[in-house]
């Protein structure tokens, strides 16, 4: 695996804080730092990952509901206030 040296400038506050981090997990600065950009990345991934997959089940959501993916208020009570009656009214689309 190839390595790559990076150059961060950090601000006083910054600077504090990672120093604080480093010696409080027992790092020396590379090795914080690396600790830090792998949970970055790897949370930055897992959110991407989360928001395709719901992406994915809304598009397939509409896909399978059609357009407007929320029954009518009245449809869905009319529906509920019909049942067990001989006229009992088929479930809204989207219900």
Same mark, same amino acid.
């Given at each position: 695996?190839?390595?790559?040296? +990076?150059? #961060? +400038?950090?601000?006083?506050?910054? &600077?504090?804080?990672?120093? $604080?981090? &480093? $010696?409080? @997990?027992? *790092?020396?600065? &590379?090795g914080?730092?690396?600790h830090? =950009?792998?949970?970055? =990345? ?14 994915a ?10 357009? !407007? #993916?929320?029954? @009518? *208020?009245?449809?869905?009570? $009319?529906?509920?206030?019909?049942? !067990? ?11």
């Amino acid at each position: 695996m190839a390595a790559k040296t +990076v150059m #961060l +400038v950090l601000d006083d506050e910054l &600077a504090q804080r990672f120093e $604080r981090f &480093a $010696r409080e @997990h027992g *790092h020396d600065e &590379a090795g914080a730092l690396d600790h830090a =950009l792998r949970a970055f =990345l790897d949370a930055e991934d897992k959110a991407r990952n989360a928001t395709e997959v719901m992406l994915a089940a809304a598009q397939e959501g509409e896909a399978t509901s059609g357009f !407007g #993916l929320a029954s @009518h *208020h009245d449809d869905i009570r $009319r529906w509920l206030l019909s049942w !067990g009656s001989e006229a009992e009214r088929k479930r809204p689309r989207s219900c």
